[in-house]
């Protein structure tokens, strides 16, 4: 029982001082073991705590890595969602661009028209008696008939030309009194 606890305890280590006491020969040999153990102890504690730093490293390497893979996606995602906001502003941008053009051809097509109308009119000076809706060939214009404008003198336009037709047909029949 107590050789198995000294050779998985000291076996090797026991071995390997004994080993060197042999082949240096020191004056105190005892002394030189006892030295040698801790000298043996003090590097399989460092190298114990070198396998630890080591593992530790490693993972921090791995987290590391994971960390860079993680802003790789992060730093794509944020490009593709930029890429898709340029897109959409673009697109929003064409839609503006396409609503103004077609708000600048309705109007002037409506200037278009009005000058059409204006120039139908200045065509037909002598046609009076046409309404508002047939000058403006639009639907829903009121259906208006003809007004007739009274001059300074407080006569219409009709009394003025029935009375001067009237004159030239009987001009001896009137009479002026002053």
């Known amino acids: ?12 280590c026991l071995a390997k001082g004994l080993a060197e006491v042999v082949e240096h020969r020191p004056i105190d040999p005892i002394e030189y073991l006892a030295y040698w153990i801790y000298k043996y102890r003090r590097n399989l ?14 993972q921090e390497r791995e987290e590391a890595l994971k960390e860079l893979e993680m802003l790789e996606k992060m730093k794509e995602e ?10 959409e502003q673009q697109a929003q ?18 200037k278009a028209e009005e ?10 000076p002598g046609d009076k008696s046409r309404t508002l809706a047939e000058l403006t060939d639009k639907y829903g214009a009121p ?10 003198s407080g006569q219409s336009d009709a009394a003025l030309n029935f009375t001067a037709e009237s004159e030239e047909e009987n001009p001896t029949d ?5």
């Not at 504690?45 to 490693?58: G, N, P, S, V």
């Not at 944020?78 to 897109?87: D, G, S, T, V, Y």
């Not at 941008?93 to 409506?110: D, N, P, T, Y």
């Not at 000058?115 to 037909?124: D, M, P, T, V």
Request: proline share 0%; aromatic share 2%; hydrophobic share 30%.
């Open 143 to 152: 259906n208006l008939t003809r007004v007739e404008e009274i001059d300074e």
């Open 174 to 178: 009137m009479k002026v009194d002053f």
């Open 115 to 124: 000058l059409s109308l204006q120039q139908k009119a200045e065509e037909e």
């Open 78 to 87: 944020e490009l593709m969602i930029q890429q898709k906001l340029a897109e």
């Open 1 to 12: 029982m107590e050789s198995e606890y000294l050779k998985r305890c000291l076996g090797i």
């Open 45 to 58: 504690d460092e190298e114990q705590q070198r396998k630890q730093e080591r593992a530790e490293l490693e």
């Open 93 to 110: 941008l064409e839609r503006e661009h396409e609503e103004a053009q077609l708000e600048l051809e309705r109007v002037e097509k409506e």
